[in-house]
């Protein structure tokens, strides 16, 4: 999915930008508050309709403007196109793919598709388990529209069951386990099918980066959740604690993507370095799942990627963006000395909010 264009206009501190990009990526150069990661924003917004930082639709605005716009274009030949609009004065956002409206955001989410890393996402080596459940949950909505499915199915069932725990309706709380059990299921069988065959890839991503301890990845939950038959009794078991915690006390709402190395915890013995390896790694093979379960390779997108890494590593990451075969890569970087010579990417200068094409 390799992106073609951008046209973008209200967005953060961006001047009215309209780029055509290398079949290979291109390096952001600019310094911090330049407007390079909210660049980066805008090409990813159309993948899930949101910010990758997590910021409201209301926030992407300009100050003082009406909204914003953003269009991109992908693919080969003629190739493919999503619209974004947000006016700020009704609150209404609105959604075009190849033209036409699409009303259900679900439904449009993917059909674009870019692996984002962020400077925060660290948290993924070295933060709470709830980081890593949302990168699998992104991660497997991607690639499987019924995994999504399963996900927005089991989110409203824990909602309601944990309102009526805390209301004291027992009755009303079990009328909600079947849909909560089959959905569940579901999310805990892909999970787990997938740290399986994930285990092998991540500790060649981590190696490639210049790790020699041997790292390790696993999926840390009740892995008889994966039948549905199994719920019912585990419910019940749990039913008393969850009555006076007032919340689901089971579940894959509660699991956790275990990340080791040498066989000891990532998140409490790896330095920051390797937390940061980690963290890349993980993208990395975010990448590869979604082009084998797409038939697509998305774009890679790297915010401040290279700091904190040491030189051996950041000539090691260069290589395998460049050599590795990631099909495009867009990066930013402060300075031209955090940009390793063997990247192979042109360069593009950042400056309050505008774009210069070298």
């Keep these: 999915m390799r992106l073609r264009r951008l046209a973008a206009r209200g967005f953060r501190n961006l001047a009215p930008t309209e780029l055509e990009f290398p079949e290979g990526g291109v390096a952001l150069l600019g310094r911090n508050g330049a407007g390079k990661t909210n660049l980066l924003e805008a090409v990813y917004y159309p993948v899930l309709f949101r910010s990758f930082r997590g910021a409201k639709d209301a926030e992407l605005a300009g100050f003082g403007g009406p909204g914003f716009a953003i269009e991109i274009g992908w693919g080969e030949g003629a190739g493919r196109r999503a ?10 956002k609105r959604v075009r793919i190849d033209d036409v409206p699409e009303r259900s955001l679900q439904r449009a989410a993917g059909q ?11 948290a993924l080596a070295a933060g709470p388990p709830s980081e890593r459940r949302q990168y699998l949950d992104r991660l497997l909505s991607l690639a499987d529209p019924v995994y999504l499915g399963a996900l927005t199915r089991y989110r409203a069932a824990l909602a309601q069951r944990n309102a009526a725990l805390r209301q004291g309706q027992l009755d009303s709380a079990r009328a909600f386990e079947s849909a909560l059990s089959a959905a569940g299921a579901t999310l805990v069988r892909a999970r787990s099918e997938w740290c399986i065959g994930a285990g092998t890839a991540f500790a060649e991503e981590f190696g490639g980066l210049g790790e020699a301890e041997v790292p390790g990845l696993s999926y840390a939950g009740r892995l008889e959740l994966a039948e549905e038959a199994a719920w019912g009794p585990l419910l019940r078991e749990a039913e008393t604690r969850d009555r006076l915690r007032g919340m689901t006390t089971i579940g894959p709402h509660r699991d956790d993507l275990r990340l080791t190395l040498g066989g000891r915890p990532l998140r409490d013995f ?18 590869g799942t979604l082009r084998r379960a797409r038939g697509e390779e998305p774009a890679l997108i790297l915010d401040d990627v290279f700091a904190e890494l040491d030189r051996e590593r950041q000539q090691r990451l260069a290589a395998r963006l460049s050599d590795g075969g990631v099909r495009q890569s867009l990066l930013t970087a402060p300075r031209p000395e955090e940009i390793p010579a063997n990247l192979g990417l042109p360069v593009w200068r950042v400056a309050d909010g505008a774009v210069t094409v070298a």
């Design 83 to 92: 619209t974004a609009t947000y006016h700020a004065e009704t609150k209404e």
């Design 112 to 122: 674009w598709l870019a692996v984002a890393f962020l400077p925060t996402d660290t």
């Design 270 to 287: 790896g330095s920051t370095g390797q937390q940061r390896s980690a963290a890349i790694a993980l993208k990395l093979l975010e990448l």
